[in-house]
């Protein structure tokens, strides 16, 4: 990127640079993604992140509120398209069964993320967190705030809990 010449110039520059930079940790989480499960979603949002990634790259004299909330939005569809696979993963890992209803709602949300109608954040993170309930964060099968409540109604004190190589819970203060 050219240096900048005016304000406008400056303020398009910092606001692609910033927006670089929450891509590229978005990439960097689509990459984590192995096997072949989501190996056509993984290389598809890898080229849309590759042609975002030009776009921002082009000298701007200036960064409309509209495009920036256009590269917004397309950075959120890329961040909550990671989050529906990275559930569906998880919930096979722990050999989760999705019900009906459930296979239903991320259907839904792949046809919205994957598809040409305006991503609406709200819709999406109101369906994602309905599915992170069905799905426990926890090797325990309960989710964290579960654990905490148990925990306090026992009276133990707050530790540390982590799982070693053979997959055994343990926990430290």
Not at 35 to 62: C, M, P, V, Y
Not at 81 to 96: G, P
Not at 114 to 141: H, R, S, V, W
């Amino acid at each position: 990127m050219p240096s900048p010449k005016s304000e406008d110039e400056l303020t398009a520059f910092i606001n692609q640079f910033q927006l670089l930079k929450h891509l590229q940790t978005v990439e960097k989480d689509w990459n984590k993604i192995k096997g072949l499960a989501f190996g056509d979603d993984k290389q598809l949002a890898l080229i849309n992140i590759r042609h975002f990634t030009e776009w921002l790259l082009e000298e701007r004299s200036s960064m409309t509120a509209q495009k920036s909330k256009v590269a917004e939005c397309e950075l959120g569809r890329l961040k909550t398209q990671y989050r529906l696979i990275m559930f569906q993963l998880k919930a096979k890992e722990r050999e989760i069964q999705l019900d009906i209803n459930i296979k239903t709602r991320i259907c839904e949300a792949e046809h919205l993320l994957k598809g040409f109608d305006k991503y609406i954040a709200n819709n999406m993170e109101t369906c994602l967190d309905q599915l992170d309930k069905l799905n426990p964060k926890t090797c325990l099968g309960i989710s964290d705030a579960e654990r905490v409540m148990i925990l306090q109604a026992i009276s133990l004190p707050k530790v540390h809990w982590f799982k070693c190589p053979k997959g055994n819970l343990h926990s430290h203060n």
